[in-house]
């Protein structure tokens, strides 16, 4: 398996911009996460899917985030409008039942950079 | 609310000299602890993880370690090749709640 896929892996992008991430997670996997991680805070859970279902958003910072999942192998993470203090590592982690059960698997992540 | 403090948030080791890293935690109740190492550039990769005090687990040169407070990363012999970010995370017995990881420790060994 390719493991947890993201795209695009860097972006740069002007404050008041959208931004969406994308994230195709492992095969089979029915949990869906999506972090953010900065030196500041560390990483930090936005948002969790369960069978494509959103169970959790607490996590996402404001109504400028939004996350979606259409289908069992696809997920977009959408910022509009962008802000610089959304700049960091966005990562994707993927899991098979029960997260306690089972290890996370994270994505290679995306660099969002808002000037 | 459950918090994960990670010490010391970096530490440089020669190669060959053990040590040992440390992840206080504080929750309602203990479901899980998780370790795992994240390379610059790269998301974090699972080791270990551990659900009762007194647990160990080993993998190489590391060994992770449960007590109710705290757990160590106990590093033996280093290598450079070891050297990553390594993240401690813990999960609450109340209901199904995710992760919550700590700030990390950066570990340098130098040959």
């Known amino acids: 398996d390719a493991g947890v896929i993201q795209s695009p892996r860097h972006e740069v992008t002007e404050m008041g911009q959208e931004v969406t991430l994308r994230c195709k997670p492992i095969?089979?996997?029915?949990?869906l996460f999506w972090y953010r991680q900065t030196m500041m805070r560390g990483l930090e859970l936005l948002i969790y899917?369960?069978?494509?279902?959103?169970?959790?958003d607490s996590g996402m910072p404001e109504d400028r985030f939004s996350a979606k999942m259409p289908n069992a192998s696809f997920s977009t993470l959408k910022i509009q409008p962008s802000e610089p203090r959304d700049s960091a590592v966005y990562f994707c982690?993927?899991?098979?039942?029960?997260?306690?059960?089972?290890?996370?698997?994270f994505g290679p992540g995306t660099r969002l950079l808002v000037l | 609310e459950d918090q994960v403090t990670q010490s010391p948030e970096a530490l440089r080791l020669q190669e060959g000299e053990s040590s040992s890293l440390n992840c206080s935690y504080t929750?309602?109740?203990?479901?899980?602890l998780f370790w795992y190492r994240q390379d610059p550039g790269k998301g974090p990769e699972f080791l270990f993880t551990?659900?009762?005090a007194g647990e160990e687990k080993e993998k190489e040169r590391l060994k992770a370690t449960l007590t109710k407070k705290e757990s160590f990363l106990h590093i033996t012999a280093p290598k450079p090749e070891d050297s990553a970010t390594y993240l401690c995370?813990?999960?609450?017995?109340?209901?199904?709640?995710?992760?919550?990881f700590g700030k990390g420790t950066r570990l340098s060994v130098i040959a």
């Open positions: 982690a993927s899991s098979l039942g029960r997260p306690l059960q089972e290890t996370q698997y």
């Open positions: 995370a813990v999960q609450s017995n109340s209901g199904n709640t995710p992760l919550v």
């Open positions: 899917f369960n069978n494509n279902v959103p169970i959790d």
């Open positions: 095969s089979g996997h029915d949990y």
């Open positions: 929750v309602s109740g203990l479901r899980g």
């Open positions: 551990l659900y009762s």
